[in-house]
């Protein structure tokens, strides 16, 4: 059973950083996504990276976030600079099954980190 643990949430101030961990056990990292779901909106799609590192990102967060691995740590990684009040909303990891571009009901979530952007 893969069990996905987000970490590095919180609250921040606009303009900040934070950089959020996703630690998976019981089978090693695949391809690797983060989402993000702000209250009253559905669940979207933050950044992507592949088992071969190739990475893909929302426009709205491209030059700010970066999506990294570490695949002797099982873990990846959002690094989130000059974060805006639009980015508040609880971000969640997903192991892909197969490729991070073909989604499938067999991949696996976190529980969710609450990330605030907020003076």
């Known amino acids: 059973q893969v069990q996905l643990v987000e970490s590095g949430g919180g609250l921040v101030q606009p303009g900040g950083s934070l950089r959020l961990s996703c630690a998976a056990s019981?089978?090693?990292?695949?391809?690797m996504g983060w989402y993000r779901q702000a209250p009253g909106k559905q669940r979207e799609l933050v950044a992507a990276?592949?088992?071969?590192?190739?990475?893909d990102y929302a426009d709205s967060v491209k030059g700010r976030f970066t999506i990294s691995r570490d695949n002797a740590k099982n873990t990846v990684y959002l690094q989130m600079n000059s974060l805006k009040p639009e980015d508040t909303a609880v971000y969640y990891c997903?192991?892909?099954?197969?490729?991070?571009?073909?989604?499938?009901?067999?991949?696996?979530w976190g529980q969710g980190t609450q990330v605030t952007v907020s003076s």
């Open positions: 019981g089978s090693s990292i695949n391809a």
């Open positions: 990276i592949a088992s071969g590192g190739i990475t």
């Open positions: 997903r192991r892909y099954s197969g490729s991070y571009y073909d989604p499938r009901p067999s991949d696996y």
